[in-house]
């Protein structure tokens, strides 16, 4: 239904970019994205909603020709099992007057894809952003599990490879449950990365069936948990409650190994 509403500022997008007038055109464009993409939120688990999420997607980068500075959409080799993609996609930004700009990569959550994370404060103090989905959601070649954390694999390898990236002043950040695998990769990469932001991401007690039966009575808009188990390849609540234990970083035994300088904000 939010999708329908989506069209008539697509058509003035077009006619906009056919009067040359790109700054409406990037303002129609960006309207009709955020149409789309309340029509695919919180996840875009069913046909309808991924055709959502897909066109908004659409609409960003054709608004995204108009930033300043411009949006690079690249994709990164990933060697995955068996069932995985191969590329994991993401979203570039260099700030404009930096040769070899330090990068800085994030991410969000369950339901917060690579299209909607801020980068103009970065982009101001002088950094390069790269825009990616945590595994499980959007785009990411793989599901949440035990060793997603092999994901960022892919993504640093693809950093060190570029000339004009200084891929030896490297942070992450990662928002809600993608703050998850912040503090996670803040461990499994420490030698490779100079700082960790998990900014409202859990860690141990949001897999205990307890918090996860509380939770669903809390602020989330939606079905916390069904979304959760979407994104770590689960299909209900209960499969979640079932598996959501094996995710623990304290009882993995992360928490007790050294990590890059990490900071936790909620």
């Not at 069913?46 to 897909?54: E, F």
């Not at 959550?109 to 790269?130: C, H, N, V, W």
């Not at 959007?138 to 993504?155: F, K, M, Q, Y």
Request: hydrophobic share 40%.
């Amino acid at each position: 239904v939010f999708g329908a509403l989506a069209a008539p500022w697509e058509d003035k997008a077009t006619r906009a970019e056919a009067d040359g007038d790109g700054s409406a055109a990037m303002k129609n464009y960006l309207i009709a994205y955020d149409y789309y993409h309340v029509a695919r939120y919180p996840a875009p688990n069913s046909p309808g909603k991924l055709k959502a999420y897909r066109k908004s997607q659409e609409n960003y980068l054709k608004a995204a020709r108009y930033f300043d500075p411009p949006v690079e959409r690249v994709e990164m080799p990933f060697r995955g099992r068996p069932g995985e993609g191969s590329t994991s996609a993401g979203l570039l930004r260099k700030p404009n007057g930096v040769e070899k700009p330090p990068v800085v990569v994030i991410w969000g959550g369950i339901d917060a894809f690579k299209e909607e994370r801020p980068t103009e404060p970065y982009l101001r103090a002088g950094m390069a952003t790269l825009c990616i989905d945590m595994p499980g959601v959007a785009d990411a070649p793989l599901a949440g599990s035990e060793d997603g954390e092999r994901l960022w694999d892919a993504v640093l390898d693809w950093i060190a490879q570029r000339t004009d990236l200084d891929s030896d002043r490297v942070g992450i950040v990662g928002g809600s449950t993608g703050g998850y695998w912040a503090t996670k990769v803040a461990h499994s990469h420490r030698e490779r990365i100079r700082a960790a932001v998990n900014h409202g991401g859990p860690a141990h007690y949001a897999f205990t069936e307890d918090w996860i039966i509380k939770a669903q009575r809390g602020e989330y808009p939606f079905e916390l948990a069904e979304t959760l188990a979407c994104a770590f390849g689960r299909s209900s609540a209960e499969e979640w409650i079932e598996y959501s234990p094996r995710l623990s970083l304290l009882d993995q035994g992360v928490l007790a190994r050294r990590c890059a300088p990490l900071l936790c904000v909620n």
